[in-house]
């Protein structure tokens, strides 16, 4: 199956440096590119992309709030999005997961990381560097943000056991070690995230860590 990407950076030249290396791909296909973040937002209901790969310093719009827009969006459900920029700060790096990316990327790694994280994304998963998530999500994310506060309701649906797990995600665990620290098997570990998931709303792994912090079911350190 081939994925969809849409990209979107303001640097026409980026853009065209994405593309070849996207392409080249049998399984990647670039089907539009956005210069702005309205436009972004446009062509992500246009061409229906598997994922978006966002910069966050755009004009008109920037990245972070044309992410919002889309994840926000009911008939775009299914599009992920992969923030790739220069301005890889604490700050900025948790308003966009926060927003709904799927994970973030600085615009210096190597191409073959790209595409990991491209196929990563794209196949409804989350791509969070492990030395910034615990640290970074940890520190801005224990600060509740006044527009989550609906959200606290999902912890009333979610069992004991996918509670403790999900406070596992939080602090950073993957599916094996969760497994193994629950002495259960990996497929059963997946199923409860899944549940929790789809119980909390979160559109991926990176979004239920989001949950996670801002619902106080994992502090700063935790492991």
Same mark, same amino acid.
């Given at each position: ?9 303001? %640097? ?5 440096? &994405? ?27 246009? #061409? ?38 220069? &301005? ?31 196929? #990563? ?37 979610? #069992? ?27 497929? #059963? ?17 990176? %979004?239920?860590?989001? &949950? ?12």
């Amino acid at each position: 199956m081939t994925t969809r990407v849409l990209l979107a950076d303001d %640097q026409a030249l980026l853009r065209a440096t &994405f593309r070849l290396l996207l392409d080249a791909e049998p399984d990647i296909a670039v089907v539009g590119e956005a210069a702005t973040g309205a436009q972004a937002v446009a062509l992500a209901r246009e #061409t229906r992309a598997d994922l978006v790969l966002m910069d966050i310093r755009m004009p008109d719009m920037d990245g972070i709030e044309a992410t919002r827009l889309i994840s926000s969006d009911e008939d775009l459900a299914g599009v992920r999005v992969l923030i790739l920029t220069t &301005f890889e700060t604490d700050e900025l790096v948790v308003a966009a997961l926060r927003a709904g990316a799927s994970g973030f990327l600085g615009k210096g790694v190597d191409p073959a990381v790209l595409l990991h994280a491209v196929r #990563t994304v794209a196949a409804g998963e989350s791509l969070l560097s492990p030395n910034a998530t615990t640290a970074l999500i940890g520190r801005f994310l224990a600060q509740p943000d006044p527009a989550q506060v609906t959200v606290a309701a999902a912890l009333g649906e979610l #069992t004991v056991r996918e509670r403790e797990i999900t406070a596992m995600v939080g602090a950073g665990l993957s599916n094996p070690e969760i497994a193994d620290r629950l002495g259960i098997s990996v497929a #059963t570990a997946k199923t409860h995230v899944n549940r929790a998931m789809m119980k909390t709303g979160a559109r991926d792994r990176a %979004q239920l860590v989001v &949950f996670a912090y801002e619902n106080g079911l994992v502090r700063v350190g935790d492991r």
